[in-house]
């Protein structure tokens, strides 16, 4: 991979706040340089944020040779990968929003939203005309609006056509809303069901979103980083902390998405591979192809509603080393809970740790006090082995589980043409990748269920923290140009306009790639190429006869990592 | 719970056959994007299944292609054959309640000999579906409803001599509309009359008349046949917008048919009114078929929705007596036409394939049997082919064709082949699923 100086030179500071540990990572000139560790602290993860910081601040102090004192202000760019999103849907610490909808024909909108809307009157079709348009009714409106201070607004094939939702949008300011978010705006993708819970989400988020913000800039002058802050999104990619306040809501399951660019950043599989991430409270499942993580192809379910919140195609499964483990008359069960610290490290209750130390699976800890939690369980003649071998085989399979689902869910994505059919998409693994403390016995016992090869790439300690300092800013954007209309759009950036004469694919790549470009500027985000992620062109017929086409075009600026750091740099 | 509804939605963006025909790629595009926008694939009532590829042997199941089917297909036909076995599983193995073909290219018109493409069709996908819900899982007694407002004619080609299989179709009248054909008299052979019940409407029909014609006879009609499996062959251009056909149906009036029939499985066939009909039919049979609320979709556009003319439900009445009659005589009718035939029953067709402009002669034999339900001979001249000229002389063998017919019809053949007339002598074996040259 070819790296320009520029990236290569900058020093990145990563943090990654997992369920268990805050990690906090400085790379430099390609290779690790500082790292450490905190305890997370669960109500507000700031405190612990800003621990793992000093920490690993300090570390770097340490390692450096006398004459070169690293100061916090040759960080060029720090990237948080936070639960805080994620924390305030949990524990329902979420702002009430105004939602108003214009769904037009179609399917009832009853229960799709977490809120009951506000049907707006009013329609856009599939070419993007307007079937109606209708004022709001301002006397039910207020009434609904109440003490909502967010507003969310969507309308049915606004990304065709965004009049009817800016009109919606224009109509609201009356209410003096500290902020209303449009569906359009957050996807340029068909799904106007998703895109309505994304903007509701992010009107959800908002407000604890823009405090969080606040007090990490705070933080960072205080400490006298005067750097860019990214944030990490659910896709992998870094946003700047005041693009993300236009999408707070894409900042909902980074820990995930940083573990995967924490692997491809150690040891990215050259084949088709599995990567498992086992760690205290989770195991994080991801495909890879071509040394790639696969992307989800639908956006992700948020608090049981779907979203157009793009991820990996990735499971977090609620097994993982801290896992709680019981037995009942039916067998034993692992996880979903977490049950603290293993029994061989002082903890009060059997963990799923305790038994992979039983066996020899992992080390560390007391594996005497790790027999213990397992004769807690033994009834008769039990050996404390056999108790852990049932308890690894409960978690194993529950693994193996989880992976069937997703290669079934993987195998029924949409298939538009008959070349999808021959070629095919089916996704046959050849590779296991273990990384985090559980991984190598609990992996190897899996690879040996699924006859499949195993890898547990070496120093993936902080792995999380490294695929946060390591990535890439992304933007996505979709155009869509209708000829026999004669108009395109961007929905992301507002944008419909008039085409410019002698339109083609390339005309469409041309205009995307100039506003990709320009918004990059805006947020100062480090060049990089933009990449076709979907493209479609179609002939439209009227009466027989050629009417004109209709061209879509999706593009990015790719997710992934600045550089790989080699295996050995990182083993510590 | 199980989901009600499996769908298999397979546009074909890469099949066309021509680039301004009506079967070409943009014709799902719309359905795709309003089904996508509604967020349609996220419910959980609906499951969404990829089409797998049909074999050979689903189509020589039902098809004598000349020289051979495999020459006469595209990937794409394997592939929405395939789409419909993909749903015939899905509903057999209980994984859904019902299912949806929403695929293409379409097969209404494809008859069970083909030598080219007619009426947009080359392989009847809904026949292979039949013929495999047979074999695989033995079923017996299924009904066809096509809702198609053209004539089923490959449909009815197909199944005219089973006694099991029993299907309708309501249709612009064949004077008015392409394929000309589908009149009441047309009721199946001597060993199926009845069976094959053609309701040919008036240009102009809407929701009012089906309805009438839904509820007076064909729902009457179903319930006495209680056939284990029904299947809707989902035409779409009974719309009032369709660039084709004269009739004056709604999205509504379509969604709530579906609602009523409660077909097991569903399988798209035409309708070209790719804009204003398509999104809205299928998101109204869709939701109808996963038992949700359909109430609301409605086209934004029924500025050219004429309302039905007076005429129209006077023809329904007219067909719901003449049809009913068919119907409630149709065993001793049946009991009849055998004695006066004796141990054969022949017919001559004339059959036109519109996109190619072939000619084809048919003179298709029943021999009838004591023991089994005997088997079937046919004789066909087609002129302009992709291949020229050909003649071919084909023996049928049913799945319960017994061995002294298997014997003499082996004899037939060996005799045709010898006296040098024909360019193939062809057996179709249903029992095997093979069509081999003599």
Same mark, same amino acid.
């Given at each position: 991979m ?6 290569m ?5 990563g ?6 540990f ?13 790292l ?5 602290t ?18 770097a102090?340490v ?25 305030a ?16 024909p ?21 070419r ?5 348009t209708?004022?709001?009714?301002y006397?039910?409106?207020?009434q ?11 309308g ?21 809303f500290l902020?209303?978010?449009?569906g ?5 993708e ?5 895109r ?12 604890k979103?823009?405090e ?10 205080e ?8 944030v ?16 707070p ?21 050259n ?17 890879w ?6 992307m ?5 379910? #948020?608090?049981?509603?779907? $979203?157009?919140v ?7 499964? !609620? =097994? @993982? &080393?801290?896992?709680a ?33 039983t ?10 006090l ?14 404390t082995?056999?108790?852990a ?17 997703m ?8 298939v538009?043409t #008959?070349?999808?059919i021959? $070629? ?9 990748? !273990? =990384? @985090? &403390?559980?991984a ?5 016992l ?13 120093g993936?300690?902080v ?6 300092a ?26 419909k306009a008039?085409?410019p ?8 790549q ?7 470009q320009k918004e ?15 493209y ?9 006869y ?7 075009l ?5 997710p992934?990592?600045?550089y790989r750091?080699a295996g ?5 | 719970?199980i ?12 099949w ?8 070409r790629?943009?014709r ?53 054959a395939?789409?419909?076995?993909t ?8 994984e859904v ?9 379409p ?5 069970r000999?083909?030598?080219g ?12 579906m ?37 299907y ?16 009441p ?6 060993a ?49 917008s369709?660039?084709?056909?004269s009739?004056?149906?709604?999205a ?37 078929m996963?038992?949700?609320?359909y ?23 007219q ?53 089994c339900?005997?088997y079937?001979t046919?004789?066909t001249?087609a ?5 020229g ?8 063998f ?22 040098g007339?024909w360019?193939?002598?062809?057996i179709q ?10």
């Amino acid at each position: 991979m070819y790296i320009p100086e520029e990236v290569m030179l900058l020093m990145l500071l990563g943090i990654d706040v997992g369920g268990t540990f805050t990690d906090a990572v400085l790379i430099d000139n390609g290779a690790i340089y500082a790292l450490a560790k905190s305890q997370t602290t669960q109500e507000n993860v700031l405190p612990g944020i800003l621990a793992a910081l000093d920490l690993v601040l300090d570390e770097a102090k340490v390692n450096l040779p006398s004459d070169m004192k690293v100061l916090a202000s040759q960080i060029t760019r720090v990237v948080i990968s936070s639960t805080i999103v994620t924390n305030a849907l949990l524990e329902g610490k979420t702002d009430k929003v105004f939602l108003a909808v214009m769904a037009g024909p179609g399917m009832s909108t009853k229960g799709q939203f977490p809120v009951e809307p506000y049907l707006a009157k009013g329609y856009i079709d599939h070419r993007g005309k307007i079937s109606a348009t209708e004022a709001i009714d301002y006397n039910i409106v207020a009434q609904m609006c109440d003490d909502k201070k967010i507003a969310a607004v969507s309308g049915k094939f606004a990304v065709r056509n965004q009049i009817n939702e800016k009109a919606l949008s224009r109509d609201l300011n009356v209410f003096r809303f500290l902020k209303i978010f449009s569906g359009s705006e957050l996807s340029g993708e068909l799904n106007f069901v998703r895109r309505t819970n994304t903007a509701y989400f992010s009107a959800a988020v908002y407000t604890k979103y823009v405090e969080f913000i606040k007090q990490i800039k705070k933080s960072m002058t205080e400490r006298n980083i005067d750097a860019p802050v990214y944030v990490l999104k659910a896709d992998g990619g870094a946003l700047p902390l005041e693009a993300a306040l236009e999408q707070p809501i894409e900042s909902i399951f980074t820990g995930p998405a940083a573990s995967v660019l924490g692997i491809e950043a150690i040891a990215p599989p050259n084949r088709r591979a599995i990567s498992l991430d086992v760690g205290g409270t989770t195991t994080d499942i991801a495909f890879w192809e071509n040394g790639q993580p696969l992307m989800a192809k639908k956006g992700a379910s #948020v608090a049981g509603f779907n $979203t157009s919140v793009h991820t990996y195609h990735m499971q977090s499964l !609620g =097994v @993982g &080393g801290d896992s709680a483990v019981n037995r009942t008359k039916d067998g034993f069960l692992v996880g979903p809970a977490r049950a603290g610290i293993a029994m061989a490290l002082g903890g009060n209750v059997p963990t799923l740790s305790d038994a992979l130390i039983t066996i020899g699976l992992v080390n560390f800890g007391d594996s005497d006090l790790a027999g213990q939690a397992m004769k807690l369980y033994a009834v008769e003649q039990e050996s404390t082995v056999d108790v852990a071998k049932a308890i690894v085989d409960v978690a194993v399979k529950k693994i193996e589980n989880t992976i069937d689902e997703m290669l079934k869910q993987w195998s029924v994505q949409p298939v538009y043409t #008959v070349d999808d059919i021959i $070629t095919g998409s089916l996704f046959k693994p050849e590779l296991l990748i !273990g =990384v @985090g &403390g559980a991984a190598p016995g609990l992996i190897k016992l899996l690879g040996e269920r699924m006859h499949l090869p195993v890898e547990i790439p070496e120093g993936a300690m902080v792995a999380n923290a490294i695929g946060a300092a390591l990535a890439k800013p992304t933007l996505v954007a979709t155009l869509r140009a209708d000829t026999t209309e004669d108009y395109y759009i961007i929905p992301e950036a507002g944008i419909k306009a008039k085409l410019p004469g002698g339109f083609n694919q390339y005309k469409a790549q041309e205009l995307l790639t100039a506003w990709l470009q320009k918004e990059a500027a805006k947020w100062q985000i480090i060049a990089q190429d933009t990449e076709i992620v979907a493209y479609e062109e179609f002939a439209t017929i009227h009466d027989y006869y050629s009417s004109g086409k209709i061209i879509y075009l999706k593009m990015q600026l790719a997710p992934g990592i600045l550089y790989r750091v080699a295996g050995r740099e990182v083993s510590l | 719970m199980i989901p009600n509804l499996g769908l298999v939605f397979f546009p074909a963006f890469d099949w066309m056959l021509s680039p301004t025909h009506p079967e070409r790629q943009e014709r799902l595009l719309y359905t795709r994007d309003q089904l996508v926008e509604e967020g349609i694939f996220d419910l959980p009532q609906i499951r969404e299944y990829r089409p797998r590829m049909a074999d050979i042997k689903d189509l020589e199941r039902v098809h004598i292609g000349v020289p051979s089917i495999a020459k006469l297909i595209t990937p794409a036909h394997l592939v929405s054959a395939g789409g419909c076995l993909t749903a015939a599983d899905a509903v057999m193995k209980g994984e859904v309640k019902r299912a949806f073909a929403l695929v293409r290219p379409p097969g209404h018109h494809a008859m069970r000999v083909v030598q080219g493409i007619r009426g947009f069709c080359t392989i009847n996908i809904e026949a292979i579906m039949v013929e495999y819900l047979r074999a695989k899982y033995g079923v017996k007694k299924i009904a066809i409803v096509d809702t198609d407002v053209h004539h089923g004619d490959g449909s009815q080609d197909i199944f005219y001599h089973d006694p099991n299989t029993l299907y309708i179709s309501f249709h612009q009248d064949g004077r008015t509309l392409y394929p000309g054909t589908g009149f009441p008299n047309e009721a199946g052979s001597p060993a199926a009359w009845g069976m094959n019940l053609n309701l040919p409407l008036l240009p102009g029909t809407g929701d009012d008349g089906i309805h009438r014609l839904f509820d007076g006879l064909i729902r009457p009609i179903l319930d006495e046949f209680q056939p284990e499996i029904i299947i809707n062959s989902a035409g779409q251009d009974n719309h009032f917008s369709d660039p084709l056909a004269s009739m004056s149906v709604t999205a509504q009036g379509y969604a709530s048919l579906a609602d009523k029939l409660k077909a097991d499985i569903a399988v798209l066939e035409g309708g070209y009114s790719v804009e204003a009909a398509l999104p809205y039919v299928n998101t109204g049979i869709i939701l109808a078929m996963a038992g949700l609320d359909y109430s609301q979709v409605v086209e934004p556009d029924q500025s050219s929705l004429r309302p039905q003319g007076i005429n129209c439900n006077n023809r329904v009445d007219q067909l719901i007596d003449e049809v009913g009659q068919i119907w409630s005589n149709k065993e001793k009718t049946r009991t009849q036409a055998l004695n006066q035939c004796g141990h054969q029953w022949q017919r001559n067709k004339s059959i036109y394939y519109d996109e190619e402009g072939i000619r084809e002669t048919q003179k298709e034999t029943a021999h009838y049997c004591n023991n089994c339900s005997g088997y079937l001979t046919i004789e066909t001249t087609a002129t302009n082919t992709r291949f020229g000229n050909q003649k071919a002389y084909i023996v049928i063998f049913n799945s319960d064709t017994c061995e002294n017919c298997r014997k003499n019809a082996m004899n037939y053949a060996a005799k045709e082949k010898k006296n040098g007339k024909w360019d193939y002598v062809l057996i179709q074996d249903k029992v095997k699923s093979t069509v081999e040259k003599l």
